[in-house]
């Protein structure tokens, strides 16, 4: 049985920093599209950051050079580093597993049959 076990999340200041972390079991994050997506009350759930199978990092616009997404795969474990955080970036993060999408572009654009998802971490950004 897979388990994606998010933690991590909290409240912060404007520019301040965490560090998310995904820890999985029932497979092994080196053979998976591993992600992460977050949710806005009212919003859809948004693409935030994929590690491909064979290494490939894609990042959302909106987060690119202040996040940053690594694996341990010694821990199994999903890391997402989020520096110079911003009160738009206020979210229920969740991490995200598929060995069968073959793009990251697409795996964050159209989440809709990712197989695995975790239960979410939810972070705030105060002004």
């Known amino acids: 049985q897979v388990q994606l076990l998010e933690s991590g999340g909290g409240s912060v200041q404007s520019g301040g920093s965490l560090r998310l972390s995904c820890r999985a079991s029932?497979?092994?994050?080196?053979?998976?599209?591993m992600g992460w997506f977050r949710e806005a009350p009212g919003k859809e759930r948004e693409g935030v950051a994929v590690?491909?199978?064979?290494?490939?990092?894609t990042y959302a616009d909106s987060v690119k050079g202040r996040f940053t997404i690594s694996q341990d795969t010694v821990k199994n474990t999903l890391y997402l580093q989020m520096n110079d955080l911003k009160p738009e970036d206020t979210a229920m993060y969740y991490c995200a597993a598929d060995d069968l999408y073959g793009d990251t572009l697409y795996f964050l654009q159209a989440p809709a049959k990712i197989q695995h998802w975790g239960q979410g971490t939810q972070v705030t950004v105060a002004s």
């Open positions: 029932g497979l092994t994050i080196s053979s998976y599209y």
């Open positions: 590690f491909s199978n064979d290494g490939t990092i």
